[in-house]
């Protein structure tokens, strides 16, 4: 069953946050990047989209956020769709960004948050992308805000008690 994005306000957190949308399917992807905005907009976040062709070129422009000397982002969105065709390479294409952003994520030690979905229909990627209560771009930014404010708590070092 697919669940509800999360419906509460986020934390007004402030920080920078990337989002790397593909164009491709762009009927579902700039669904989930409109949502994903609307939420880091919300927690008064600094928001910087940057748009790539696909999914497969979506690693190499978190990389190049992550690799700035100045203005690095507290997290990047990466949202894009797969839709399974009649072959194979949907599957290639999603194993290899879903390793590129975990490898990223772990050598920066900035998330890269992952919501690049593949998916077998058209049914499928509407209740994800395009749907207000599961657009899979509005948890994704929950999740970055989530995330970026863990980090800074740890990086801080364990409270005192």
Known sequence: MLKSTRR??????????????????????????????????????????????????????????LARRSARPDAVLCLGLILQGETNHADHIGEAVTRALMDLSIRTGIPCIHEVLTVQTREQAEKRC???DTNRGAEAAHTGLRLANTLKSLRRGPRKR
């Open 8 to 65: 509460k306000t986020p934390p007004h957190s402030g920080g920078r946050f990337a989002i790397v949308c593909s164009q491709y399917n762009p009927e579902y992807t700039q669904p989930m990047c409109q949502a994903a905005e609307a939420v880091l907009a919300a927690a008064g976040a600094r928001i910087e989209v940057i748009h790539v062709p696909g999914a497969f070129e979506i690693p190499v422009a978190a990389a190049a956020l």
């Open 130 to 132: 395009v749907a207000e």
